[in-house]
């Protein structure tokens, strides 16, 4: 897993793809569970972090409506079988 620094976050979180936002979060999440960084770094990580949790979350509910409005009255909730 890559490490991210506060330094290298360049790209709007708006225009990140989930996939793009879910392995920048899972860097800060590294970098802040694995090093000592001064606390204004860890504190715009954080932050940096709670901006793409926000983006994830927004297109996960975009591609379920999506699924939703193609699949029509078919879509059936998951149920995890019990073994």
């Known amino acids: 897993m890559a490490k991210t620094s506060a330094k290298k976050l360049e790209k709007p979180v708006e225009e990140l793809s989930y996939e793009e936002a879910l392995t920048e979060l899972e860097g800060i999440v590294g970098t802040l569970e694995d090093e000592q960084n001064p606390l204004e770094e860890s504190m715009k990580l954080f932050e940096r972090g709670q901006a793409l949790v926000a983006r ?3 297109l996960l509910e ?3 409506l999506k699924v939703q409005k193609l699949a029509g009255e078919s879509v059936v ?3 995890e ?3």
């Open 77 to 79: 909730a998951f149920e």
């Open 62 to 64: 975009a591609a379920q």
């Open 56 to 58: 994830c979350s927004v």
């Open 81 to 83: 079988e019990s073994e």
